[in-house]
Nanobody, 121 residues
């Protein structure tokens, strides 16, 4: 069994900051890319930021320069530092990871349960 558990969402005023964390646990053999997606009501789930096991990063254009993704491979944890938040950043944020579980032969996508981020104007 593999689980992704997120924390760090909440309510913040525009211009403020939040830090999201996502820890993977369970029967894990290897983790490839980890990332964050978000979904606002009525919208599709979109990539916010992703980071490979080697540290290469990519960001959605809308968050470049404001959000920073990082990971701690020893802790199987990915972080998303969100600064200069805007009301349009409000959404449910989901953690994603490509994981080979023990006994498996290929990577599979796993998702966290989601954490709400609300930015007030």
């Amino acid at each position: 069994q593999v689980q992704l558990v997120e924390s760090g969402g909440g309510l913040v005023q525009a211009g403020g900051s939040l830090r999201l964390s996502c820890a993977a646990s369970g029967s894990i053999f290897s983790i490839n890319a980890m990332g964050w997606y978000r979904q606002a009501p009525g919208n599709q789930r979109d990539l916010v930021a992703a980071i490979t096991s080697g540290g290469a990063k990519n960001y959605a254009d809308s968050v470049k320069g404001r959000f920073t993704i990082s990971r701690d491979n020893a802790k199987n944890t990915v972080y998303l530092q969100m600064d200069s938040l805007k009301p349009e950043d409000s959404a449910v944020y989901y953690c994603n990871a490509e994981i080979i579980s023990n006994g498996a032969l290929q990577y599979r996508d796993y998702w966290g349960q989601g954490t709400q981020v609300t930015v007030s104007s």
